[in-house]
């Protein structure tokens, strides 16, 4: 129930929430490369998959919501190109929910379960990523929204950064649902959005890269595949700069 009353109060705050959020990155000057490459989707749903970008000021509200600049940008490119919203996945169990959890009897299962019911309100896909977790919800959820022709958003390094470290570890989740779900994988590269107050004309920049198919390889397989790709965007993004 608590779940339930979550969700609703969320799809109440998410429009407001949303253009909050958009009068606040405006400033960007964004620069996207590209983009045709979202053609090849052909209103196909896919995993997208991108390095996720530390915000400045690195306050627990952020890490508990896991809530970033780069988030939205990529979501409004996303939308106005393809005319369809995609499923960010977002963790609801983090580990800073707040001492108040550590307080109150009980505090903890009643803020995840809020947490959770709140970010599918904003059409978020909640998922655990503690171990020994079973995320029945989370491949439900992903399945639903994928035969909806829906995308899915997934950053899987384990953590975010101020830029892409093609050492960080990679997680198994979008090559784990890829393959469950038979779509591909298309990597996005992003730079330079980390504040939530841009100043006027801030550069940042979006690099499309190409889907690819993760059937028939591995796990590992899929997860180098991903690095690879992600570093060669970020070698692109690289080789412009240094052009200007």
């Avoid at 129930?1 to 400033?27: C, D």
């Avoid at 470290?165 to 779900?181: H, M, R």
Wanted: proline residues 6%; hydrophobic residues 35%; aromatic residues 10%.
């Amino acid at each position: 129930m608590l779940e339930q009353i979550a969700e609703r109060i969320g799809r109440v705050i998410k429009p407001h929430f949303y253009t909050r959020v958009e009068n606040s990155i405006n400033a960007y000057n964004l620069y996207v490369y590209n983009i045709e490459n979202l053609e090849l989707l052909k209103g196909n749903p896919c995993v997208f998959v991108a390095n996720h970008i530390k915000p400045e000021g690195d306050k627990n509200v952020y890490r508990s919501s896991g809530l970033s600049p780069d988030s939205f940008l990529l979501r409004r490119v996303i939308l106005n190109t393809l005319g369809q919203d995609v499923h960010f996945v977002a963790q609801y169990d983090p580990n800073d929910l707040g001492t108040l959890r550590d307080k109150i009897p009980g505090a903890r299962s009643v803020l995840k379960r809020f947490h959770k019911g709140m970010l599918r309100g904003f059409d978020v896909i909640p998922v655990s990523k503690r171990t020994g977790a079973v995320n029945v919800d989370f491949f439900r959820d992903a399945k639903t929204a994928v035969a909806r022709k829906e995308s899915i958003f997934i950053y899987p390094f384990e953590d975010w950064m101020d830029d892409f470290n093609p050492e960080q570890k990679i997680e198994s989740g979008a090559a784990y649902l890829a393959q469950k779900l038979d779509v591909p994988i298309f990597p996005i590269y992003v730079f330079g959005c980390k504040t939530w107050n841009p100043k006027p004309n801030q550069e940042t920049t979006i690099v499309f890269g190409k889907p690819f198919s993760a059937k028939g390889i591995t796990i590992e397989q899929t997860n180098s595949k991903i690095r690879e790709e992600l570093t060669a965007l970020q070698n692109l993004v690289r080789a412009k700069n240094h052009e200007q």
